[in-house]
């Protein structure tokens, strides 16, 4: 089993769609959670962390639920601009010590269309 | 400030060359990383670097070697390149290992081996 599992899409909606990505890791001791997002032929980019009680940054919002190891990314009114890859991060805490390696999931692919 | 620079952006090596790819970052970043991301494979760390003077094997360092020459720079080798290594290579950096710091990434390195 993979450590960060995605569903990789694509995932086709019309402008002013809710969509919304999932993800789930295996290793409980994984310590923080961020959605990086990346476009075509370019670096991925953080778009934001995630935290235990949930957080909002304007049309994005992150959950997290530790007692089942998942993710959530939710997009509403989607742009045309916010298709992209977006990929789910998981940084392991190993033996006591975060030595800051994140493991990445493979990425789901969104295209927003008019 | 570039942020974190990579060159060359493309390269084509023939089985069994050799080559250094360049990485540089001007924040002051303690921590920097070597990925390689493939279709289908998600970003994987090759090898990290927490600090100046130290380097760790990451998950597919095989066939590669890093130098961390100073707190800027952190190269990445490939002392016999081999088709498997055909890749797209992402540098990045990271203020320090706490868990919540951003990761940043260079624009990346198209490496193509024959």
């Known amino acids: 089993r993979k450590e960060v599992e995605q569903d990789p899409g694509p995932f086709n909606v019309p402008e002013g769609a809710t969509v919304a990505f999932n993800c789930t890791y295996s290793n409980s001791a994984s310590q923080s959670f961020f959605w990086y997002r990346q476009d075509c032929r370019k670096e991925p980019k953080l778009l934001m962390s995630?935290?235990?009680s949930g957080n909002e940054d304007g049309r994005f919002t992150a959950q997290l639920n530790r007692a089942s190891q998942y993710i959530s990314l939710l997009i509403r009114d989607s742009k045309l601009s916010d298709s992209a890859t977006y990929l789910c991060v998981v940084n392991f805490n190993a033996g006591g010590t975060s030595y800051g390696k994140l493991t990445f999931g493979q990425g789901t692919i969104l295209t927003v269309h008019p | 400030n570039a942020g974190v620079t990579q060159t060359p952006k493309f390269q084509v090596l023939k089985t069994g060359q050799s080559m250094t790819l360049q990485c540089a970052q001007d924040?002051?970043?303690?921590?920097m990383y070597w990925y390689r991301q493939d279709p289908g494979m998600g970003l994987r760390l090759i090898y990290y670097s927490a600090s100046e003077g130290t380097t760790d094997k990451g998950e597919v360092p095989n066939g590669y070697n890093v130098s961390r020459l100073n707190k800027r720079e952190f190269s990445l080798r490939l002392e016999s390149a081999a088709p498997s290594q055909t890749s797209v290579y992402f540098c990045?950096?990271?203020?320090?290992?706490?868990?919540?710091?951003?990761?940043?990434f260079g624009p990346g390195t198209r490496l193509t081996v024959l």
């Open positions: 990045a950096s990271r203020r320090g290992l706490s868990s919540y710091n951003e990761q940043f």
């Open positions: 924040m002051n970043h303690n921590s």
């Open positions: 995630v935290y235990s």
